[in-house]
């Protein structure tokens, strides 16, 4: 148990919303959270988060600041970034970002002229949609290249990548995924980002806790910027920040490094400050940007390596059950937080339905596309399955067992609705035993 039963402030003058805010609680209480990118933040990240830090305009960056007032906050800014940095290693970090898509729209921004090409994965793949897919910006302003995984393995080709990057000389190699649940070789894209002179760029949204928890291999220091919701399994507040090589220049740059690559390297950070404000962004949320720091601070603490390892044990002791009741596991199993449920077998087109089944058992998971899915993204045929939210509730390998036979069994009768509500029983009792706050006050 990580910070349960932990006393959360209710609403004192609006009876509507403090009673929703109640409903939304208890929701969460009873329920197995299992969608990937969701976690539950402390009751500090949360005080941080609904501060008086939400009654400050701060445009600029610290000590750079259009309006006066911002002693406190310059301070609470810089707080925030040298605990990012020391958390991941970082030269450079910026905290401002709103939330993962407008930060990888400023680094686009930052490093790319409209029309030229980015390289990132499909979203039918594992990619994000700000990776290059067809409804999204970065389709729209700039020319965008998909890259696939092995059809048979579902693992990532870089023979494959390396092809397609040669040929059609990305400015920027995106790396990072939403739906990929194995480890990523970010220095294999650098080197071939290297290769065709593009800029490295990793999101890591979903792994970062992972990262810091020492569970997965890191893009720093080699990959140029590196961008990072700060929820997921980072468990901080709705945000985002951005990291790259360097900070005003002051960068020990290797010997043998040509005048147009140290000039990179060196221009690097202002470009990246400067896209996100002015270029994308007005006064930064300084609240959010508190409640960031608070996080970094928890995940400093020596508990939440152990968080992290237990993140990942639990989410390869699920794929595991659900593979040995006969339920596809894309990769067959996963390194990560996250595993990738293939329902074909069961039906095309089932992903939505098995995602309605299970929530009516109390089990909360998304439909999701699978590698060379020939359904609609509305009505795909995978099932997304995570655990960051089930261990800070304090589950481990023994709940996880249970509850691979409740998924699997709900799985292969997606019908049965009289077993969904056998289900959900099961799993209120469950959810009493690992508590995450105490509720509101009416």
Not at 34 to 44: C, L, R, T
Not at 147 to 158: A, I, M, N, R, S
Not at 160 to 174: G, H, M, N, S, T
Not at 323 to 343: F, P, R, S
């Amino acid at each position: 148990m990580v910070y349960a039963m932990q006393k959360t402030i209710g609403l004192q003058g609006d009876a509507q919303m403090q009673a929703l805010l109640v409903r939304e609680l208890r929701r969460q209480q009873q329920t197995l959270q299992m969608i990937p990118s969701e976690n539950y933040a402390s009751a500090d990240v949360l005080r941080a988060n609904g501060s008086v830090l939400s009654n400050k305009y701060a445009e600029g960056y610290a000590g750079k600041r259009y309006y006066q007032g911002n002693e406190v906050v310059d301070e609470i800014e810089e707080v925030a970034i040298a605990r990012a940095k020391k958390l991941f290693g970082a030269q450079h970090v910026n905290v401002q970002p709103y939330s993962g898509s407008p930060a990888n729209m400023a680094v686009y921004h930052a490093l790319l002229k409209p029309g030229e090409k980015i390289l990132g994965m499909k979203l039918s793949m594992g990619g994000h949609l700000t990776h290059g897919h067809g409804v999204n910006f970065s389709s729209r302003y700039f020319k965008a290249v998909q890259y696939d995984v092995d059809e048979k393995t579902g693992l990532l080709d870089f023979e494959a990548l390396r092809k397609i990057a040669l040929k059609e000389k990305p400015q920027i190699i995106v790396s990072g995924a939403t739906a990929y649940p194995r480890m990523i070789d970010f220095k294999a894209f650098d080197e071939i980002a290297q290769e065709v002179g593009a800029y490295s760029f990793a999101d890591i949204s979903h792994i970062a806790g992972l990262v810091v928890g020492g569970v997965h291999k890191s893009p720093l220091p080699f990959t140029d910027v590196v961008m990072s919701t700060t929820h997921k399994t980072l468990r901080g507040p709705r945000g985002a920040m951005l990291m790259c090589k360097n900070e005003d220049g002051v960068v020990v740059i290797p010997e043998g490094v040509d005048e147009k690559e140290r000039f990179k390297l060196k221009d690097l950070a202002r470009k990246i400050d400067s896209a996100v404000f002015p270029g994308l962004q007005g006064g930064p949320h300084m609240q959010s940007i508190a409640a960031k720091a608070v996080a970094f601070h928890e995940a400093l603490q020596p508990e939440f390596k152990s968080y992290a390892i237990q993140v990942v044990r639990n989410a390869k002791v699920l794929a595991l059950v659900l593979m040995e009741h006969g339920i596809k596991v894309v990769t067959e199993g996963t390194d990560t937080h996250l595993v990738l449920v293939d329902l074909r077998p069961q039906g095309k087109s089932v992903g939505r339905e098995a995602a309605v089944a299970l929530e009516r058992a109390g089990i909360v998971a998304n439909a999701n596309t699978v590698p060379f899915d020939t359904a609609s993204p509305f009505m795909p045929s995978g099932l997304r399955l995570g655990t960051p939210a089930l261990t800070t509730r304090g589950m481990r390998e023994s709940e996880m067992k249970e509850i691979g036979g409740w998924i699997s069994a709900i799985l292969l009768d997606l019908k049965n609705t009289e077993l969904q509500l056998r289900v959900r029983a099961c799993v209120e009792e469950l959810c009493a035993r690992f508590p995450i706050y105490t509720e509101l006050e009416e």
